[in-house]
């Protein structure tokens, strides 16, 4: 569970490293910072997948699960603009699993 914190972690504070860049560079910042989100996205799944393999009949992951899965089809097909906050709730609930991961330990079911 250490590395799903580590590895949740190094995700997370990717995209909000950029900002110590900004002074040195503020033209290309951006596209990085939207590079390093996607990266963030992977590496967010690949935790989701990691803590599901775990716990696999804990009820919060399976949410984080389907959320994600719906995510994609209704981006895709839609062009609505609240869409857009989706990853970053999704990013935040997945954080609260494995960061509270002592108190789902027990709770398998």
Same mark, same amino acid.
């Given at each position: 569970m @250490? &590395?799903? @914190?580590? *590895?949740?972690t190094? +995700?997370?504070?990717?995209?909000v490293?950029t900002?110590l860049? =900004?002074p040195?560079? @503020? &033209?290309?910042?951006?596209i990085? +910072? *939207?590079l390093? /989100?996607? %990266? /963030?996205?992977?590496?967010? +799944?690949?935790a989701?997948l990691?803590?599901?393999w775990r716990?696999p009949k804990?009820? =919060?992951?399976r949410v !984080?699960?389907l959320? %994600?899965?719906?995510f994609?089809?209704?981006k =895709?097909?839609t062009?609505? &603009?609240?869409?857009?906050g989706?990853?970053?709730v999704l990013?935040? !609930? *997945?954080?609260? *699993?494995i960061?509270?991961s002592?108190? /789902? &330990?027990?709770?398998n /079911?």
């Amino acid at each position: 569970m @250490k &590395d799903l @914190k580590k *590895l949740n972690t190094i +995700a997370l504070l990717m995209p909000v490293s950029t900002l110590l860049f =900004y002074p040195w560079m @503020k &033209d290309g910042i951006f596209i990085f +910072a *939207l590079l390093l /989100t996607m %990266v /963030t996205g992977f590496l967010q +799944a690949i935790a989701g997948l990691s803590f599901w393999w775990r716990f696999p009949k804990n009820n =919060y992951i399976r949410v !984080y699960l389907l959320s %994600v899965i719906i995510f994609f089809p209704l981006k =895709y097909f839609t062009d609505q &603009d609240w869409l857009w906050g989706i990853p970053l709730v999704l990013c935040l !609930y *997945l954080s609260i *699993l494995i960061y509270n991961s002592k108190n /789902t &330990d027990h709770e398998n /079911t």
